[in-house]
């Protein structure tokens, strides 16, 4: 029996972050799938083959915790790791109250992407 692949789902906003990601996460063996937009990912079917999440909180239209909102209010169980450039104590708070496993403050380094997406997959 094969060991099942790790899959991350990025959804960012910014072109540039998600292919820097996107880079990183092949560079080290594990597959993503990138979405410019919660919506986009709303409209895919690549929640059900995912490892886990990596979120941006602040996007355009669906916010990032409303995402992971609907996600768990529909049985999704996929563990996520929330991302933001403006961080700030009530955007942790209501982070952590959705439910993350991680939460990383852009820009992040390689080595604390790799860990919260270890910690998702054990």
């Given at each position: 029996?094969?060991?099942?692949?790790?899959?991350?789902?990025?959804?960012?906003?910014?072109?540039?972050?998600?292919?820097?990601?996107?880079?990183?996460?092949?560079?080290?063996?594990?597959d993503?799938?990138?979405?410019?937009?919660?919506?986009?990912?709303?409209?895919?079917?690549?929640?059900?083959?995912?490892?886990?999440?990596?979120?941006?909180?602040?996007?355009?239209?669906?916010?990032?915790?409303?995402?992971?909102?609907?996600?768990?209010?529909s049985?999704?169980?996929?563990?996520?790791?929330?991302?933001?450039?403006?961080?700030?104590?009530?955007?942790?708070?209501?982070?952590?109250?959705?439910?993350?496993?991680?939460?990383?403050?852009?820009?992040?380094?390689?080595?604390?992407?790799?860990?919260?997406?270890?910690?998702?997959?054990?």
């Amino acid at each position: 029996m094969m060991a099942q692949r790790t899959v991350v789902i990025v959804v960012d906003d910014d072109p540039g972050l998600l292919k820097s990601v996107a880079r990183q996460l092949a560079h080290h063996g594990i597959d993503s799938r990138t979405f410019a937009s919660a919506e986009a990912l709303l409209e895919s079917d690549s929640v059900q083959t995912a490892t886990c999440l990596l979120l941006d909180i602040h996007l355009q239209g669906i916010s990032g915790i409303e995402l992971q909102r609907r996600l768990a209010a529909s049985g999704s169980k996929l563990p996520v790791i929330f991302m933001t450039a403006n961080d700030e104590e009530a955007t942790r708070n209501e982070a952590m109250d959705a439910g993350c496993i991680a939460y990383l403050r852009k820009p992040f380094a390689q080595h604390v992407l790799l860990n919260a997406i270890s910690k998702a997959a054990a």
